[in-house]
């Protein structure tokens, strides 16, 4: 509870009122990826470049002449958004250093899809994580690969239809669960990961900004509603994402130092997950059985991220 | 003042980069360019150099760090050979979109499979058509003054283009050469500090690396096209100054006793040196043989090649990769499509050689010099030879 009544009501009133990510991009009606990426940017405020992958946010922002972005931005290829920042925050640090550029830090942001992270770009994330860049990575997690249509990447959920996963006479769709990439950075010793998303906008610019302040690399994956990808209405997008929370598919927490967090707290009694797959057209073939299956996966993953966050200990102390 | 020193190339190669004072380095290791890598940051390690040398986890992202560095207003260098420039092949035209102007240091390797860590020129041959400028070192020396020109010729406003040395794996990186070595006034003299028209910073924000619809992707191509056609005058004048500054003189194609050569030669790279003693040996027996070395592969300096070879009757290309089931090998190909307008053009004989570190000798050159000749009354089948292979 916060000290103040009903602070969450009123503190949206004290978020910058600037866009740095400005209106007239294409995203589709609803994006939850588009609304993610435009909190972040207010949370984030003018001192930062952002390298940004091949995909959905790429392309609505940056058809030339045009572009959306008022901090600035790179674009090179899909694999490589991590890359790049290491590329870009090495040049800022080696050119502060000789006094090339002024003297004031300026943080290296990488944004990428599920796709540019946890599949094609995973390789290039874990070298920058490693190597340690002052950087945060944003993974903004649609759960397919929407900008081509929908196919299926390791983040698509289980049971899930896409268009190279889909439900047919012998199959309920995805096979496989999501690879869980949050986990794999903080195998990395990434000393702030967190997980966020645009229904939660407060925890979400919350978490930006304390990622922002970390002197080395931080990553956020953010569930991003894809009303296009997911077959939902685009009027229920915060919806669908506050559902994810109540049902446990998709619970927000932070991670400082190995130190797992809740930090939205989720219902007592979670809402089954039905309740969420019954507004997405991709869950729309799946069975009382299946959804049992799912809902078995569910609470499977939960179980594990709770034990992290009852017996996790800062590295620090 | 330079000095005169006994180094390995690809050392050589690294002091000569750090000379340019760069601010990022992002190199992968793979053999030969490993020297490289390795001095560059033996260097950053004793402070002989400021600058930052990203430990990437692979040549794509050494690329795609480079882009970033460049982007960002740094002067930037990575090296490889041959599987680590087919993992960057993807990113290649997109630096050359963005007119940024990183320098690249290729030790020449096949390319797998088989896998094969020897020299010849496989890897660079499939980058062609990426809007690189692409140059052959032919020795230490030129391994040298070519990594210290690059930086001038890439940055320049009017360029603004990356740009590839080839330095022949082993037969030049691993060999130790008496060379000059610049000092550092000297470059600092001939190369101004990188001035980018552009750069990632919060104070003037720009974004890099927008796409393009139909309506404007051709256009951008025609500019990419210009850009790097253009260059060649950019490349004279750097090249002209750099004789000027150090008495050693550079020019798209070189030739060596081709004045009155009825059969030229031609060849990229560290075979020329091999190939002039053919040449003098075969002189001095009264047969009127020349040597043509290209030392400009992009932008392709078709006034110069034609220029050189004017004259001649047969002009043997030596090409050090194959083109599997094509016109012949990738330079011969350029060779004749070049040609193919011009009235009184030469025969041109095509020889695959040198195909991952198979040596080829004095004698080798003395052999095909020789079926030039021959050629010089027998019209040849057109085609290609694969020389010395055992069947």
Excluded at chain 1, 51 to 80: K, R
Excluded at chain 1, 190 to 209: G, Q, R
Excluded at chain 2, 49 to 68: F, K, N, P, W
Excluded at chain 2, 196 to 221: C, N, Q, R, W
Aim: proline share 5%.
């Amino acid at each position: 509870m916060s000290i103040v009544q009903n602070f969450d009501l009123f503190a949206h009133k004290l978020v910058d009122k600037r866009e740095s990510f400005c209106s007239g991009h294409r995203a589709c009606q609803g994006c939850g990826e588009v609304l993610a990426l435009r909190h972040i940017c207010k949370a984030l405020g003018d001192d930062i470049v952002v390298a940004n992958a091949t995909g959905c946010m790429e392309i609505i922002s940056s058809n030339y002449p045009h572009t959306a972005w008022e901090v600035p931005w790179i674009h090179v290829a899909f694999e490589n958004a991590a890359a790049v920042g290491s590329g870009v925050e090495a040049a800022l640090k080696v050119l502060r250093r000789k006094g090339r550029i002024p003297d004031r830090d300026v943080k290296t942001v990488a944004v990428a899809g599920d796709g540019g992270t946890v599949d094609i770009g995973l390789q290039a994330l874990s070298g920058a994580m490693e190597r340690g860049h002052n950087m945060t990575f944003f993974c903004l997690d649609n759960e397919a690969y929407m900008n081509t249509g929908i196919q299926r990447s390791s983040a698509t959920p289980f049971g899930a239809a896409t268009t190279t996963s889909p439900a047919g006479k012998v199959s309920m769709g995805q096979k496989t669960g999501k690879k869980n990439v949050p986990e794999i950075m903080v195998a990395h010793n990434v000393p702030y990961v967190a997980t966020a998303c645009p229904s939660y906008p407060l925890d979400l610019m919350n978490k930006v900004e304390k990622a922002k302040r970390v002197q080395g690399p931080s990553y956020i994956h953010v569930f991003s509603m894809c009303p296009t990808g997911w077959r939902s209405a685009s009027s229920e997008t915060i919806k669908l994402g506050r559902l994810a929370l109540e049902t446990g598919v998709f619970p927000l927490y932070e991670v400082e130092n190995g130190k797992y967090r809740l930090t939205v707290e989720m219902p007592e009694k979670l809402r089954p997950v039905s309740d969420y797959l019954k507004l997405q057209g991709r869950f729309r073939h799946l069975t009382p059985a299946d959804i049992e299956k799912v809902q078995e996966k569910v609470n499977q993953e939960l179980k594990k991220l709770l034990h992290k966050v009852e017996t996790s200990k800062s590295w620090l102390e | 003042m330079a000095k005169r020193v006994g180094m390995e190339v690809a050392i050589a190669a690294a002091e000569a980069v750090a000379l340019c004072r760069i601010d990022v380095a992002a190199v992968y290791p793979i053999t030969p360019n490993t020297h490289i890598a390795e001095h560059l940051a033996e260097i950053v390690a004793d402070g002989k150099l400021d600058a930052e040398y990203i430990t990437v986890e692979s040549e794509h992202s050494s690329i795609s760090a480079c882009c970033g560095a460049s982007g960002a207003g740094a002067r930037a260098y990575t090296a490889t050979s041959s599987q680590g420039l087919m993992l960057m092949h993807e990113i290649l035209p997109i630096v050359s979109a963005m007119r940024l102007p990183v320098v690249m240091g290729l030790a020449n390797r096949a390319v797998s499979g088989p896998l094969n860590i020897w020299n010849d020129h496989s890897d660079i041959m499939p980058q062609r058509d990426s809007g690189w400028i692409s140059f052959f070192a032919e020795n230490g020396q030129e391994a040298v003054d070519m990594s210290i020109q690059s930086f001038r010729i890439a940055e320049d406003p009017e360029v603004m283009l990356p740009i590839v040395l080839n330095i022949d794996g082993f037969q030049l990186t691993h060999m130790i050469e008496a060379l000059e070595l610049p000092s550092q006034k000297e470059v600092d003299r001939y190369l101004p500090p990188f001035r980018p028209l552009a750069t990632l910073h919060p104070d003037k924000p720009v974004s890099m690396g927008a796409y393009a619809f139909p309506d404007i992707f051709t256009e951008v191509m025609k500019v990419k096209d210009s850009v790097l056609i253009d260059s060649k005058k950019t490349i004279l004048k750097a090249w002209d100054e750099w004789g000027k500054q150090f008495g050693r003189w550079y020019k798209p194609v070189e030739t060596y006793k081709a004045d009155g050569a009825e059969v030229l030669i031609m060849t990229m790279g560290s075979m020329g040196e091999t190939a002039s003693i053919a040449v003098d040996e075969l002189r001095a027996k009264g047969v009127p043989a020349g040597l043509v070395k290209l030392r400009l592969w992009r932008p392709f300096p078709f006034e110069e090649f034609r220029e050189a070879i004017k004259g001649a009757k047969v002009l043997i290309v030596c090409d050090r990769a194959v083109s599997f089931g094509g016109p012949g090998g990738p330079v011969a190909a350029e060779v004749k499509s070049a040609l193919y307008n011009d009235a009184g053009r030469p025969a041109v004989l095509n020889f695959l050689i040198g195909l991952g570190g198979r040596d080829v000798t004095v004698e080798n050159f003395k052999d095909i010099l020789e079926k030039g000749v021959q050629a010089i009354n027998k019209k040849p089948a057109g085609g290609y030879i694969f020389y010395g292979v055992r069947e």
